[in-house]
């Protein structure tokens, strides 16, 4: 098999809710994926779970990584694995640099090379003024007190570090004014440069524009109702999630499904 | 109960790791019968051949203690019996200049907690505690010669009588301030004596170990610290006892005399066997411009009562206190400061944080006081609880008592969780689930652990893992 991602038939629930029901996607080896939908279609549901965030079961399907079956592995096996997650809204932590952090997560991936802890943080250091972070930025508390998109440059700024074999980033544009989601896009293509296959779940077309995926993919109702190449987002742009999923519902019976 | 038992619970890492505080020797060459009477009292100071002002000092301290109460506050005390507790013994006499000198048996305990290496590497003088009495003691030939003075308290009753009258137990903790005072000044032994000469700064910090080791007994160290105008010194004390099964009382008594611009940093990191009563009264007395810091962890002990007191009575003095205490099963942390303000122009700032797990309480109990007369002072409290589980307790109780308009004041309390997003967040980075939780505990930490020793906070961040494996996740 020829997918490095491979999700099949993945249902997830909160509680008593379904929230993804039934979805199926790939992803080949260096590929650049956008999935997109209106707000509570379940993009951040399929991220988050994933991860293994524990409070989502998933209760049909099977996601595949490499061959490896990590439908049930906690968040720390799949990130040793190399598969990596760029958060929607990030935990902050108090007392812990993002420099710490990376020390400690560097250390977690075999495959990456080993270098001095000094030559490490100067790594850090230039990658951070490179990503137009003020210098105060690596002494501060994670997250703690970062603006809207400080919050998702620090995030861009790890997976960058970590070079992840896959990357999934979670609405990373939200928020983000034009100048930093131009930083951002230029740091996730170097990241797909080196190989990193991504996937980017977004509501916008606006940081395609930047990036230029192989495939768009739309989600809605838990479900990935269309996929197609990069035209597909401007149809988006265009048309609205309406219409699409209009088309969608029209020629099949899934909205029967999605209530039960 | 036996050593295996209490350990049952444990990780096989803290069992080995545990090992450090167990199989020393019990080592004396006198022991006073158990329980507390004037002719042990008397004992005590004929064994260490005291001038009659100590011996009178020492009587009058003991009928102090037997006419005051037990406090009324605080933690539980029921459980204290003192005819149970043994007040003095001594250990081989004689003290050590140098380490070659010190008996195999003690030195491989000290090897084991890390002080000749610590001594080795940067320490300008040891004043090890065995016991009741300092055996080791040295200081660095460039402080004596500038007239500092560094060794154990006892040895300075003999040698500088007049310094000792006139600070010893006087106005900064009288021996009649509460049971526990005058429970030290009557059997008080050991401690550390440090003087520190008008400009002279000691720019190296200065330590003691201090170590519990027989079963049933009381430690009631001493240390006066006097730290002339213009003058400077960091002193660090570090504190282990082995695990033993019958409770144990530690009660000892810091006074440190800050003069005019001079300033005198006191750092401690405590762990104490689970069984201790750790019961300690320090205080600094602080004149104008000068400066006292205090930065503490407390580990282990049964029950803590710590609240060390700066006295800020000189135009423009300042307090600094930074503490941490964890406090695990069983344990009952009641720590905080009390700062006086009695000058103008006077600041404090008080950071305070405690950790409670597997069933833990702990207290944050503050007095702030500002005098009349004390205008234009600031003072600025915070208080940081984190508890990873919903069985432990956290309290935070703090007096304000202000006497005085024109000051400027701040509070803040903030209690937390460990939240399963921030663990979730971390593992999605490859941290283990305990690797997330370590982290976000040192995180919590940072801010007083920036301000101790490398050696130390290194040592306290790993003495808290060990704490809380096991009763997490």
């Known amino acids: 098999m020829n997918n490095q991602l491979q999700i099949q038939n993945l249902h997830v629930k909160i509680g008593d809710k379904s929230i993804l029901n039934g979805v199926d996607f790939s992803v080949g080896k260096g590929e650049t994926h956008a999935i997109m939908g209106p707000n509570g279609s379940g993009k951040s549901t399929l991220a988050q779970s994933l991860f293994s965030h524990p409070n989502y079961e998933k209760t049909a399907g099977q996601i595949l990584f490499e061959g490896k079956d990590i439908t049930q592995s906690p968040a720390d096996e799949i990130a040793r694995l190399g598969m990596l997650l760029a958060f929607q809204y990030p935990q902050s932590i108090s007392g812990v640099t993002v420099t710490n952090l990376l020390k400690l997560a560097a250390r977690q991936r075999a495959e990456l090379p080993k270098i001095p802890l000094a030559e490490f943080s100067a790594n850090v250091s230039k990658l951070a003024t490179s990503m137009q972070l003020p210098e105060e930025f690596l002494t501060r508390s994670l997250n703690e007190g970062f603006s809207g998109g400080e919050k998702k440059k620090a995030e861009v700024l790890q997976l960058a570090t970590l070079q992840p ?10 928020g983000l004014d034009v ?28 940081i395609l524009q930047y990036i230029n995926p192989d495939y768009v993919h739309v989600m809605y109702k838990g479900r990935i ?17 309406s219409n699409i999923n209009h088309e969608y519902t029209n020629h099949t019976n899934y909205t029967n499904e999605t209530n039960l | 109960m036996n050593i295996e038992t209490i350990l049952n619970n444990k990780t096989k890492e803290a069992d080995l790791q545990r090992e450090i505080f167990t199989g020393a020797p019990e080592r004396f060459v006198h022991k006073a019968k158990t329980g507390l009477t004037r002719e042990i009292v008397e004992e005590i100071s004929w064994q ?11 009587l009058m301290a003991f009928d102090f203690f037997i006419k005051k109460p037990l406090p009324m506050w605080g933690v539980d005390l029921g459980e204290l019996d003192f005819s149970k507790i043994n007040f003095y013994q001594r250990t081989e006499t004689g003290r050590y200049k140098s380490w070659d000198e010190v008996p195999l048996d003690i030195k491989q305990i000290y090897d084991k907690i890390g002080v000749p290496k610590a001594e080795r590497e940067m320490l300008a003088g040891v004043v090890g505690q065995y016991d009741s009495e300092g055996f080791y003691q040295k200081l660095k030939k460039q402080w004596e ?7 154990d308290t006892d040895t300075a009753v003999q040698k500088y009588p007049d310094l000792l009258k006139q600070y010893f137990m ?12 005058a429970l030290h000044g009557a059997v008080w032994s050991g401690g550390s004596f440090l003087y520190v000469p008008a400009s002279v700064h000691v720019d190296l910090p200065l330590q003691t170990y201090f170590r519990m080791n027989a079963k049933s007994s009381g430690q009631f160290e001493h240390t006066l610290i006097i730290i002339e105008e213009g003058a400077s010194a960091h002193y660090i004390e570090g504190c282990t006892a082995p695990i033993y099964n019958t409770d144990s009382l530690h009660s000892a008594v810091v006074e440190i005399f800050v003069k005019k611009h001079a300033r005198c940093r006191y750092t401690t990191v405590q762990n104490w066997s689970k069984d201790v009563y750790n019961l300690n009264t320090k205080r600094a007395i602080v004149e104008e411009e000068g400066i006292q810091e205090w930065v503490g962890g407390s580990l282990g002990s049964k029950k803590t009562m710590l609240y060390p007191c700066s006295m800020l009575v000189g135009r423009g ?16 942390k009641d720590t905080g400061a009390k700062v ?51 069985i432990s307790q956290s309290n935070t109780i703090p007096y304000i008592k202000i006497f005085e308009d024109d000051v400027t004041l701040g509070h803040e309390a903030k209690i937390g969780r460990i939240s399963e997003d921030q663990v979730f967040y971390l593992m999605s980075r490859g941290l283990t689930e305990a690797q997330s939780i370590n982290l976000i505990v040192q995180g919590f930490m940072e801010p007083v652990m920036k301000e101790l020793p490398l050696e130390y906070a290194v040592e306290l961040n790993r003495l808290i893992q060990l704490e809380m494996i096991g009763s997490l996740g």
């Open chain 2, 340 to 390: 006086i303000h009695g000058a103008p122009y006077t600041s404090s700032n008080i950071i305070s944080k405690s950790i409670s797990f597997g069933g833990g309480i702990s207290t944050y109990r503050g007095l702030l006081q500002i005098a009349k007369g004390a205008h234009g002072s600031k003072s600025h409290v915070q208080c940081d609880a984190l508890m990873p589980d919903n």
């Open chain 2, 145 to 151: 010669d500038k007239g500092v003075i560094f060794c």
């Open chain 1, 165 to 174: 074999r896959l990357a999934v980033f979670d609405e990373t544009d939200s």
């Open chain 2, 170 to 181: 006087t106005r900064c903790v009288p021996i009649g301030d509460h049971k526990f005072a």
């Open chain 2, 317 to 332: 003095a300042r307090a600094e206190h930074l503490n941490i205490a964890l406090a695990g099963p069983g344990q009952h």
């Open chain 2, 48 to 58: 260490k051949s005291e001038p009659d002002w100590m011996r009178k000092k020492r």
């Open chain 1, 179 to 206: 100048d930093s989601l131009k930083v951002v896009s230029e740091k996730i293509n170097e990241l797909r440069n080196l190989g990193t296959s991504v996937v980017i779940i977004t509501h916008y077309q606006r």
């Open chain 1, 225 to 241: 109702v269309k996929s197609g190449s990069s035209d597909l987002a401007e149809e988006i742009e265009k048309r609205g999630y």
